[in-house]
């Protein structure tokens, strides 16, 4: 009889391997962050609600799971009321997003740990 090995549970060697769900466009900007994680930012010129449903859309599809989302304060949104976010597992991964910003100009952060943060302010 042989004995399948058990999944890996370790924290990647390359943190960014946890944008893989991610539908992350060229030229963003990644950085490594606190307790393993990685930060990415961008702009875009789609509106903050269409950002949040586009990504929550990607991430339920690869598995996520959506723990809050919505505009003005809602799900760790850090923009005020023009703005939305939504937060997200997978397993004992937590991500962060963070969209806002006026007149066809969005900003977009996204921050991804391989657990769950104790502070998990994005964009600070």
């Keep these: 009889a042989t004995t399948a090995a058990a999944?890996?549970?370790s924290t990647p060697d390359d943190p960014t391997a946890l944008l893989a769900d991610l539908p992350t466009p060229s030229g963003a900007s990644?950085?490594?962050i606190a307790d393993g994680g990685v930060h990415v930012?961008?702009?875009?010129?789609?509106?903050?609600?269409?950002?949040v449903a586009r990504f929550g859309t990607a991430l339920t599809g690869a598995g996520?799971?959506?723990?809050?989302s919505g505009g003005g304060g809602g799900g760790g949104d850090g923009y005020g009321g023009g703005g939305g976010g939504l937060t997200?597992?997978?397993g004992s991964s937590w991500l962060d997003l963070d969209a806002g910003?006026?007149?066809?100009?969005?900003?977009?952060d996204i921050c991804v740990w391989p657990e769950r943060p104790s502070d998990e302010d994005c964009d600070d």
């Design 7 to 9: 999944p890996a549970t």
């Design 30 to 32: 990644t950085e490594r």
């Design 41 to 51: 930012e961008f702009t875009t010129d789609a509106g903050p609600a269409k950002v």
């Design 64 to 68: 996520w799971r959506i723990e809050s």
């Design 88 to 90: 997200a597992s997978k």
């Design 101 to 108: 910003g006026g007149d066809g100009s969005t900003d977009v």
